[in-house]
């Protein structure tokens, strides 16, 4: 199975910019980088994904490493609705999403 | 609206009874999964189907049974020869294997053992 690897937890401050990071080092050229979160006591929701390209839309941004062994899920202005549990996960067809324990992000008032 | 629903949102249950678990959904998807969540972890895979009556064991399906009679409904049966079924189980449909595959989520179920 594809492996990520993702802080445990990061602290960001409301309004500001958070760059949470993904290292997966033993992507393959087919893997799409997906990202999903959990907010407590639900069950998880999409976010993002891409595959070499930088992506936007309009819950936050994928940058996406030119060797693709690591990419960065930015939220441009944190929310206290962002408080969260984000999971970066390699997506293969044919293969089933591993998700790691992923990272708790807290956002402060 | 379409989605994906759960029921019950929290189950009790006594030492060596079975449960089942309702897992419903209305967005027309071939693809369903069982995970499950014990606190501070991520998710693991229990059971998954691409397609009606068919389904495969995941990472941890020991104590666990499925069925898959219909499009829209997999329900799990979590078994008394599971010896800790404490823990918030989540289901998720996405569309076939070979296509773009997001996984869409029920809110779950917590399931706690007395």
């Known amino acids: 199975d594809a492996k990520t690897t993702q802080p445990n937890s990061m602290e960001s401050n409301e309004e500001e910019p958070v760059h949470l990071p993904c290292n997966h080092s033993t992507i393959s050229g087919t893997d799409y980088i997906h990202w999903y979160r959990q907010l407590p006591s639900q069950g998880p929701e999409y976010v993002i994904h891409?595959?070499?390209s930088n992506v936007n839309n309009r819950m936050a941004s994928l940058a996406i490493a030119e060797d693709r062994k690591s990419s960065t899920l930015i939220l441009h202005r944190a929310t206290l609705r962002d408080a969260a549990v984000y999971y970066c996960?390699?997506?293969?067809?044919?293969?089933?999403?591993?998700f790691g324990p992923g990272t708790r992000l807290s956002v402060l008032p | 609206d379409g989605g994906i629903t759960q029921s019950p949102k929290y189950l009790f249950r006594k030492e060596g009874q079975n449960v089942t678990l309702s897992c419903e959904q209305n967005?027309?998807?071939?693809?369903m999964y069982w995970y499950r969540q014990d606190p501070g972890q991520g998710l693991r895979l229990i059971y998954y189907?691409?397609?009606?009556?068919?389904?495969q064991k995941g990472d941890i399906a020991e104590g666990y049974s499925v069925s898959r009679e219909k499009k829209e409904s997999f329900p799990l049966t979590v078994t008394s020869a599971q010896k800790n079924p404490t823990a918030f189980y989540l289901c998720a449909s996405s569309g076939p294997k070979g296509s773009y595959n997001e996984q869409f989520f029920g809110p779950g179920t917590r399931l706690t053992v007395l």
């Open positions: 189907s691409q397609i009606v009556n068919d389904f």
């Open positions: 996960i390699l997506d293969n067809y044919g293969q089933n999403f591993v």
């Open positions: 891409g595959l070499t």
């Open positions: 967005l027309n998807h071939d693809a």
